[in-house]
């Protein structure tokens, strides 16, 4: 199964994918249901794997690069999206540069024709500005 031909498509945040590797009582039931569900495909945007490592150079995540990487390739149903052009064009303004090209990616693959896109995040300022569902 592809993102494309997913029931949902679920766009997962840096901590969101933080605590699905290592996890963690921090990830809400509602979202490891759904990413484990067989009908979702996870997204992850290219700034979370850059803001991992940047995290983990700093000492602030214990999960490192290599084992995220390790995950995104080995994960059934789940993709790395870029940052380009369309990205960029889709960013809301008022947002964090990270936050809001999480939120880009989620409405690219909404205006590319994917169904029930959602976002995984506890991020206050990605569901108060509204683009996309959040699920957490």
């Given at each position: ?9 679920c766009v ?18 509602r979202v ?41 390739r080995s ?62």
């Amino acid at each position: 199964m592809t993102a494309q031909t997913a029931r949902t498509t679920c766009v997962v945040d840096t901590h969101a994918l933080l605590w699905v590797i290592a996890g963690s009582t921090l990830l809400s039931l509602r979202v490891k249901e759904l990413l484990r569900g067989a009908g979702t495909a996870a997204v992850i945007p290219a700034i979370v794997l850059a803001e991992v490592a940047h995290l983990h150079w700093r000492g602030r995540a214990t999960v490192s690069v290599e084992r995220v990487l390790s995950y995104v390739r080995s994960a059934a149903r789940t993709v790395v999206v870029p940052v380009d052009a369309e990205v960029v064009r889709r960013m809301p303004p008022g947002l964090e540069i990270h936050d809001a090209i999480i939120v880009a990616t989620a409405v690219l693959l909404r205006d590319q024709g994917h169904t029930n896109v959602v976002i995984a995040t506890r991020d206050a300022a990605i569901k108060e500005c509204g683009a996309v569902p959040v699920v957490w």
